[in-house]
């Protein structure tokens, strides 16, 4: 996503519609608990797969300790030592922090979408007072100046789409991506639950938990490796689906912003075109009840 230079000519791809309230995109709450779903899956299979190095020879070897992956415990120890770990410039190395970091930006954004929408009509009153153009210069600079809510959309949307990025850069690793592993976990235990997308993955989580739980057991070596990565890769891919879901959701954010600004100026100055138009105080109640359901996300994985 290019940046912005204060033009009101849309970046965008595409044509959204005139709001400012949430995308049908952003549909993020259960987007966000799937991403983190079975870390402790992720682990296990992750330390099988680590006495193999030959069925993943790229990933890089501090991938297969539980630094590198992260997960609730490290977080709530690293915020415990510092706690503006998440708020750093740089992300955090592990997955399981980087993600928590990007759905508070997410929270704290939204935040900042619903209080800002909320003063709007109060401030451009106020301003067309003693010149009417001032109020629609006002609003025009929240939407796409340089610390507008459009900066905010874009920046969420870039930094998703460099984890995701990142992400699929990791299952290359792999050598395979998901349906590759479970087409291989299928010739290994001849499993018919391969053929379901979510019966496949869940197979092959309680086949590799089983053979883990057993050790005394001479399970199949090639099927309890098979088993391993194709969890490892349900875990990730679940997450490079929840991040790509959030850089499109901003971008579709970003698009409705320009559009919105591209307005005429008269418009945008409107007491009435803004309040019965673009229905701020809507708009503002559904950035802040969003902020609110995020936040329940965010805590638990933070503290």
């Known amino acids: 996503m290019s940046e912005l230079t204060g033009s009101t000519t849309s970046h965008h791809s595409f044509t959204p519609k005139l709001s400012l309230g949430i995308p049908r995109q952003m549909s993020l709450p259960g987007v966000c608990r799937g991403a983190l779903a079975h870390w402790r899956q992720l682990h296990?299979?992750?330390?099988?797969?680590?006495?193999?190095?030959?069925?993943?020879?790229?990933?890089?070897?501090?991938?297969?300790?539980?630094?590198?992956?992260?997960?609730?415990?490290?977080?709530?120890?690293?915020?415990?030592?510092?706690?503006?770990?998440?708020?750093?410039?740089?992300?955090?190395?592990d997955l399981y922090a980087r993600f928590t970091g990007l759905a508070l930006r997410v929270y704290q954004s939204a935040r900042v979408f619903s209080a800002t929408l909320d003063n709007v009509p109060d401030l451009v009153a106020k301003l067309a007072r003693g010149d009417a153009a001032m109020g629609a210069d006002f609003v025009q600079q929240m939407l796409i100046g340089p610390t507008g809510l459009s900066r905010h959309a874009c920046s969420l949307s870039d930094t998703a789409a460099a984890f995701a990025t990142d992400l699929h850069a990791i299952v290359a690793y792999f050598g395979c991506d998901l349906a590759g592993a479970k087409a291989a976990l299928q010739a290994s235990v001849n499993s018919a639950a391969a053929d379901d997308d979510k019966a496949g993955i869940e197979h092959a989580m309680g086949t590799h938990a089983r053979m883990c739980s057993h050790p005394g057991q001479q399970a199949d070596a090639n099927a309890?490796?098979?088993?391993?990565?194709?969890?490892?890769?349900?875990?990730?891919?679940?997450?490079?689906?929840?991040?790509?879901?959030?850089?499109?959701?901003?971008?579709?954010?970003?698009?409705?912003?320009d559009a919105v600004a591209a307005l005429p100026m008269a418009q945008l100055g409107s007491l009435e075109f803004l309040n019965h138009e673009l229905h701020l105080a809507a708009a503002s109640k559904e950035w802040g009840d969003f902020a609110g359901v995020i936040r329940q996300f965010v805590q638990p994985g933070c503290g």
Do not use: K
Not at 225 to 250: D, H, Q
């Open 44 to 93: 296990a299979a992750m330390e099988e797969l680590r006495h193999a190095p030959a069925d993943v020879q790229n990933l890089p070897p501090e991938f297969f300790y539980r630094c590198q992956i992260g997960g609730a415990d490290a977080l709530r120890a690293a915020l415990a030592i510092d706690p503006g770990y998440l708020q750093q410039a740089t992300p955090p190395a």
């Open 224 to 257: 309890r490796i098979a088993a391993a990565r194709v969890t490892a890769l349900a875990v990730i891919s679940n997450m490079t689906a929840a991040v790509e879901s959030l850089a499109g959701a901003w971008d579709a954010t970003g698009a409705q912003i």
